[in-house]
C-alpha cells in the first residue's frame, strides 16, 4: 500500500530538510519515526519521496511525503507518528505511482514585518512584476540543467497585524530561494533602496547577472501543496500544527 501523508514542521528547529549526517532534519526525523513504527524498512524499497525540499529554517504546514508502507495505516494514527515540532495530520492512499513532486499547484507565505518609511504601493507595484511567467535567473539560485522559467500565478498580500503582512505566492513550481529573492526585491523598492526600474531589468536581462540579496529563510513557510484528490484531516494534530504559524508570527512582534 502506498499512502500519501500531509506534514507540518517548524524549519527552525531543523538543520533543513534533506537527510544529512551528523545533524538533525526534517527528512531525517521523518525516517526515523516511519522505521521506529515499522512502517517502512528503508528509503529505496518504500520508495520514499516528498513535495518540496525546503530550505533550511523554512517552515511548512502543507508539504507531503508519500512511501510504500509495510503495514495498513489508519487516520488515527497519525497522532502516534507526530512529534513536538513535526505533525503528521492528512492521509491518502495512492496509486503505485504517485510522485508527490507533481502537485497542481504550490503555496508559499512569507511574513514580512512592515518599517513605517516602506511605501507599500512601490511594494504592490513591484510584486506585480513577478506574476506570469519569467525566467528568474536573477531571482532564484539555479541548479545545475534547472530551466529558470517559471509561471507565478498569483502574488497576493494581507494586513495580519499593524505592521506585519503576509505575501502569499502561487505556482506549480519554484525555483531554489526563488520566494525569498523577490520578497527581497519587494521590500528594497518599497524602502527606497533600489527603483522598480532595477527589478524590472533583472527580469528583463536573465543573461546579465543581478543580485538583490535574499530574504531571511525563518519567515518562509510553505502553506500547502495541491493535487486533484482530497486528504483525510485528523483534526486534533491539525490543529496542534497551527501553532507553527503562530510562533512564526510572535517572533515579528
Known amino acids: 500500500m502506498r499512502y500519501a501523508i500531509k506534514i507540518a514542521y517548524d524549519g527552525r528547529d531543523f538543520h533543513g530538510f534533506a537527510r544529512q549526517p551528523n ?3 526534517v527528512e531525517g ?3 526515523e519515526i516511519l522505521k521506529d513504527n515499522d512502517l517502512i524498512k528503508d528509503v529505496r524499497s518504500s520508495k520514499f519521496r516528498y513535495a518540496s525540499r525546503t530550505d533550511k529554517g523554512v517552515s511548512a504546514l502543507g508539504n507531503v511525503i508519500a512511501f510504500n508502507s509495510l503495514k495498513k495505516i489508519e487516520l488515527d494514527n497519525l497522532k502516534r507518528l507526530s512529534v513536538e ?5 492528512g492521509l491518502k492512499e495512492v496509486e503505485d505511482n504517485f510522485y508527490p513532486r507533481y502537485a497542481k499547484m504550490r503555496w508559499y507565505r512569507y511574513y514580512l514585518k512592515i518599517d513605517a518609511d516602506m511605501d507599500m504601493e512601490r511594494f504592490l507595484k513591484t510584486a506585480s512584476l513577478f506574476t506570469g511567467t519569467h525566467d528568474f535567473s ?3 539560485r539555479i541548479e545545475r540543467n534547472k530551466n529558470p522559467v517559471r509561471k507565478i500565478e498569483n502574488i497576493l498580500i494581507s494586513w495580519i497585524k499593524r505592521d506585519i503582512i503576509a505575501i502569499d505566492f502561487y505556482a506549480q513550481t519554484f525555483l531554489w530561494q ?5 520578497v527581497i526585491a519587494m521590500e528594497k523598492v518599497a524602502g527606497g533602496l ?4 532595477t527589478v524590472k531589468n533583472a527580469l528583463s536581462n536573465p ?3 543581478i543580485d538583490l540579496g535574499i530574504a531571511p529563510a525563518q519567515q518562509l513557510i510553505l502553506k500547502d501543496v495541491f493535487y486533484d484528490f482530497e486528504f483525510d484531516i ?4 491539525h490543529s496542534r500544527s497551527k501553532k507553527i504559524e503562530k510562533r512564526m508570527i510572535s517572533s515579528l512582534d
Open 23 to 25: 545533524v538533525e532534519t
Open 29 to 31: 526525523k521523518i525516517l
Open 85 to 89: 515540532n513535526i505533525y503528521f495530520y
Open 138 to 140: 536573477n531571482f532564484a
Open 178 to 182: 526563488q520566494v525569498r529573492r523577490m
Open 194 to 197: 533600489i527603483d522598480k526600474g
Open 207 to 209: 543573461r546579465k547577472k
Open 234 to 237: 485528523e483534526r486534533e494534530v
